[in-house]
């Protein structure tokens, strides 16, 4: 059992709901991703998705894009992220996963992804362009190797389709609120109440809501139906901000962002 | 042309169903376009199936196309090599001026099956975006067009012809503001409006079914240049077929109809660009590897970490870090040859067919037809060798002008 597999098994067992923020790695600098993710665990957040920035995303809106490009502007590389979580591992103690291209982790080799993840202290992996049915060696190897891989599920994917995704996913799985890209939106469609219930009848594999997410009232809306919910371009966009001289500010609003969508979540029943 | 041209859209042992070319091609893309791409897939099928469909695409094709185009003797070119006959299959002379309209008709009479009201595209050098916009003109869809920026400033006369066909520009100001960025936007525009829109994807690129779908569509170059070819030269077929390669449509669709046929030499053409450096060529069959980009597994110029390079091409239609699927098929089976051809090279290739046979080449087609008198030139004279001569080059005119320091 991962530790994400853990955390989901406690929270479910106390009645509560996940927040799962998400922040690119590397922007404006790992350290400051590091520092992110310490932040987060002292928080209380249930588990935190780190994104590994390409050069060519299609499932990304134009923040978490930009966030992307900063980084590689920077000179993100790989390793270095795998380094820096490392360096950390004593001082973040919830879960985290990566959120990285087929691309990349291909290049790398699938295998080597998953053991040099593992090293490093990620749980699992999110890979939004890998779909089910180029997802079996994949998805085997990280069975074998108790690392999760998470998949997607959209309001477009037929009901069958969702249980067979449901079927080669660990860890949780995560549903995709719009049929869009990632992005802040006010308005949510009314039918994703429904699809994502539907979808927990059918899997003991947990769900969590992502794409869109970034007010307190979405969170009471959806908080009660989903098992989790994600949070990333209200959190890329306040990193947009940071520099080298605001750094403590930025961190601080961040913190409050995300402890206010703690609270709303942790009242939800 | 009185040979009869195989009527259906030619049936290939390749793709299989999950759209693999042997290890190439696939689906790697956001679950939300599964749906989509599903659909496509289905009504494709059921297109390829109905003779109304191919009727009603052939007669659009020789209307409104003018199709066939013809199979042309380029005597004094020939001449100057002093190799093998060096003919050219001249899709400049269709509608717009080059091979995309084959395809974007093709899509578009498939969006109005799908009863979807909304056409997207991307373009790098303008002339699938001039094609996507015609066709959408012709059939009264509305069109969006996605193009980069650097695109857009190399590329204007098409950038103005898009426009006046009704067509919407975007212009892309990420990353290298090129194709590949055009791409990234256009499949995004996709994600969120695929209920009511298609995206015409202009090569032989992208998730199954795109790669196959656009080979069909433009393999009707390649069954017309057999048939002619078959006239031409008393019954046999060419020795060598020469195509350059971007994404590789127009040489996708010379190459499939003469897979079969070992005896013809399959040779495409890749963008050499200023060297064999990194990010100053657009060689992805040569020197890249590969791996996973825009939604298929083929050879791509990537780094270590699996980012994608920067490639380089005068060309912009060649100016892209990947391609088809079946191009890497093709490659790693042996089928068809890949070489390189510099920007130079073609530079001044483009002068010889324009000196030599008054025709003005697309910048792309000129690689083609550099290393087509390179290859006829260590033939034998009573061999053939076609040249898909892929495009024309009027809107190469201004961006000849800036390379070459002329005022414009």
Redesign the interface.
């Given at each position: 059992m991962s530790l994400l597999d853990e955390t989901f098994a406690k929270l479910r067992s106390e009645g509560r709901k996940a927040l799962l923020p998400f922040i690119t790695a590397g922007d404006p600098d790992l350290d400051f991703t590091g520092d992110l993710l310490k932040d987060f665990g002292k928080a209380g957040v249930a588990a935190c998705e780190v994104g590994v920035p390409y050069s060519d995303p299609v499932a990304d809106g134009p923040v978490i894009q930009a966030s992307y490009q900063r980084a590689l502007e920077s000179g993100f590389r790989l390793q270095q992220l795998f380094e820096m979580r490392k360096r950390i591992a004593a001082k973040v103690t919830i879960p985290t996963l990566t959120m990285a291209s087929y691309a990349i982790i291909y290049r790398v080799g699938l295998e080597r992804y998953i053991e040099q993840s593992q090293e490093a202290g990620f749980c699992g992996a999110i890979v939004p362009d890998l779909l089910v049915e180029e997802a079996a060696e994949f998805s085997k190897l990280c069975a074998d190797r108790d690392f999760n891989l998470i998949q997607l599920v959209t309001p477009t994917t037929p009901r069958e389709r969702q249980v067979r995704i449901a079927e080669s996913s660990s860890g949780f799985l995560y549903f995709v609120s719009v049929t869009g890209i990632t992005g802040e939106r006010n308005e949510l469609p009314p039918q994703l109440i429904d699809n994502v219930g539907w979808l927990r009848e059918q899997t003991d594999v947990p769900v969590c809501i992502g794409f869109g997410i970034s007010q307190p009232e979405h969170v009471a809306k959806l908080g009660p139906v989903a098992d989790g919910l994600i949070v990333g371009s209200a959190i890329v966009r306040r990193i947009a901000q940071a520099n080298a001289e605001n750094r403590g500010e930025v961190r601080g609003e961040i913190d409050r962002y995300v402890r206010e969508m703690l609270a709303a979540i942790n009242a939800v029943k | 042309m009185s040979g009869t041209l195989p009527k259906a859209l030619s049936p290939q042992s390749v793709p299989d169903s999950?759209g693999r070319f042997g290890s190439f091609g696939?689906?790697?893309?956001?679950?939300?376009l599964?749906?989509?791409l599903d659909e496509l897939v289905a009504e494709y099928d059921k297109a390829k199936a109905d003779p109304s469909f191919q009727e009603e695409l052939d007669g659009l094709w020789k209307t409104f196309v003018g199709r066939p185009s013809p199979l042309y003797f380029a005597r004094r070119l020939t001449e100057s090599c002093g190799g093998a006959q060096i003919w050219l299959k001249r899709e400049d002379l269709n509608h717009t001026g080059a091979h995309k309209i084959n395809n974007t008709l093709g899509q578009a009479l498939l969006t109005l099956r799908m009863g979807k009201t909304r056409v997207i595209a991307e373009t790098g050098a303008g002339q699938h975006g001039v094609a996507t916009a015609t066709a959408c003109a012709h059939f009264g869809l509305p069109c969006v067009v996605y193009m980069g920026a650097e695109d857009i400033r190399r590329q204007k006369p098409n950038v103005f012809a898009m426009k006046l066909l009704g067509a919407e520009i975007r212009a892309v100001e990420?990353?290298s503001r090129t194709l590949?960025d055009a791409v990234?936007e256009a499949?995004?525009d996709w994600?969120?409006s695929?209920?009511d829109t298609h995206y015409i994807i202009g090569s032989v690129i992208g998730p199954h079914p795109f790669p196959m779908m656009v080979r069909d569509f433009q393999s009707v170059i390649g069954r017309e240049a057999r048939v002619q070819s078959l006239e031409a030269f008393d019954g046999k077929l060419p020795d060598c077929v020469v195509a350059c390669v971007g994404g590789g449509s127009n040489a996708a669709g010379i190459f499939a109809p003469f897979v079969a046929d070992d005896t013809v030499r399959l040779v495409g053409v890749e963008a050499g660009g200023r060297s064999s450096e990194p990010g100053q060529h657009a060689s992805p069959l040569t020197f890249g590897r590969p791996?996973?980009?825009?939604?298929s597994?083929s050879y791509?110029m990537?780094d270590?970490?699996?980012?994608?390079c920067d490639v380089h091409s005068m060309s912009a239609g060649l100016d892209y870090p990947g391609v088809g699927p079946e191009h890497s098929y093709w490659k790693d089976t042996g089928r068809a040859e890949y070489i390189q051809c510099r920007d130079d090279e073609a530079m001044k290739a483009f002068d010889m067919l324009a000196k030599s046979e008054g025709i003005l080449p697309a910048l792309e087609s000129s690689h083609a037809i550099a290393k087509g008198m390179e290859v006829a030139g260590k033939m034998s004279p009573d061999q053939n060798l076609v040249i898909c001569l892929s495009g024309r080059g009027d809107k190469d005119a201004m961006e000849l002008a800036r390379l070459r320091g002329e005022e414009w």
């Amino acid at each position: 059992m991962s530790l994400l597999d853990e955390t989901f098994a406690k929270l479910r067992s106390e009645g509560r709901k996940a927040l799962l923020p998400f922040i690119t790695a590397g922007d404006p600098d790992l350290d400051f991703t590091g520092d992110l993710l310490k932040d987060f665990g002292k928080a209380g957040v249930a588990a935190c998705e780190v994104g590994v920035p390409y050069s060519d995303p299609v499932a990304d809106g134009p923040v978490i894009q930009a966030s992307y490009q900063r980084a590689l502007e920077s000179g993100f590389r790989l390793q270095q992220l795998f380094e820096m979580r490392k360096r950390i591992a004593a001082k973040v103690t919830i879960p985290t996963l990566t959120m990285a291209s087929y691309a990349i982790i291909y290049r790398v080799g699938l295998e080597r992804y998953i053991e040099q993840s593992q090293e490093a202290g990620f749980c699992g992996a999110i890979v939004p362009d890998l779909l089910v049915e180029e997802a079996a060696e994949f998805s085997k190897l990280c069975a074998d190797r108790d690392f999760n891989l998470i998949q997607l599920v959209t309001p477009t994917t037929p009901r069958e389709r969702q249980v067979r995704i449901a079927e080669s996913s660990s860890g949780f799985l995560y549903f995709v609120s719009v049929t869009g890209i990632t992005g802040e939106r006010n308005e949510l469609p009314p039918q994703l109440i429904d699809n994502v219930g539907w979808l927990r009848e059918q899997t003991d594999v947990p769900v969590c809501i992502g794409f869109g997410i970034s007010q307190p009232e979405h969170v009471a809306k959806l908080g009660p139906v989903a098992d989790g919910l994600i949070v990333g371009s209200a959190i890329v966009r306040r990193i947009a901000q940071a520099n080298a001289e605001n750094r403590g500010e930025v961190r601080g609003e961040i913190d409050r962002y995300v402890r206010e969508m703690l609270a709303a979540i942790n009242a939800v029943k | 042309m009185s040979g009869t041209l195989p009527k259906a859209l030619s049936p290939q042992s390749v793709p299989d169903s999950a759209g693999r070319f042997g290890s190439f091609g696939g689906r790697f893309v956001p679950e939300t376009l599964t749906r989509a791409l599903d659909e496509l897939v289905a009504e494709y099928d059921k297109a390829k199936a109905d003779p109304s469909f191919q009727e009603e695409l052939d007669g659009l094709w020789k209307t409104f196309v003018g199709r066939p185009s013809p199979l042309y003797f380029a005597r004094r070119l020939t001449e100057s090599c002093g190799g093998a006959q060096i003919w050219l299959k001249r899709e400049d002379l269709n509608h717009t001026g080059a091979h995309k309209i084959n395809n974007t008709l093709g899509q578009a009479l498939l969006t109005l099956r799908m009863g979807k009201t909304r056409v997207i595209a991307e373009t790098g050098a303008g002339q699938h975006g001039v094609a996507t916009a015609t066709a959408c003109a012709h059939f009264g869809l509305p069109c969006v067009v996605y193009m980069g920026a650097e695109d857009i400033r190399r590329q204007k006369p098409n950038v103005f012809a898009m426009k006046l066909l009704g067509a919407e520009i975007r212009a892309v100001e990420s990353g290298s503001r090129t194709l590949r960025d055009a791409v990234n936007e256009a499949m995004r525009d996709w994600m969120s409006s695929v209920e009511d829109t298609h995206y015409i994807i202009g090569s032989v690129i992208g998730p199954h079914p795109f790669p196959m779908m656009v080979r069909d569509f433009q393999s009707v170059i390649g069954r017309e240049a057999r048939v002619q070819s078959l006239e031409a030269f008393d019954g046999k077929l060419p020795d060598c077929v020469v195509a350059c390669v971007g994404g590789g449509s127009n040489a996708a669709g010379i190459f499939a109809p003469f897979v079969a046929d070992d005896t013809v030499r399959l040779v495409g053409v890749e963008a050499g660009g200023r060297s064999s450096e990194p990010g100053q060529h657009a060689s992805p069959l040569t020197f890249g590897r590969p791996g996973v980009l825009h939604g298929s597994y083929s050879y791509v110029m990537q780094d270590d970490d699996g980012q994608t390079c920067d490639v380089h091409s005068m060309s912009a239609g060649l100016d892209y870090p990947g391609v088809g699927p079946e191009h890497s098929y093709w490659k790693d089976t042996g089928r068809a040859e890949y070489i390189q051809c510099r920007d130079d090279e073609a530079m001044k290739a483009f002068d010889m067919l324009a000196k030599s046979e008054g025709i003005l080449p697309a910048l792309e087609s000129s690689h083609a037809i550099a290393k087509g008198m390179e290859v006829a030139g260590k033939m034998s004279p009573d061999q053939n060798l076609v040249i898909c001569l892929s495009g024309r080059g009027d809107k190469d005119a201004m961006e000849l002008a800036r390379l070459r320091g002329e005022e414009w």
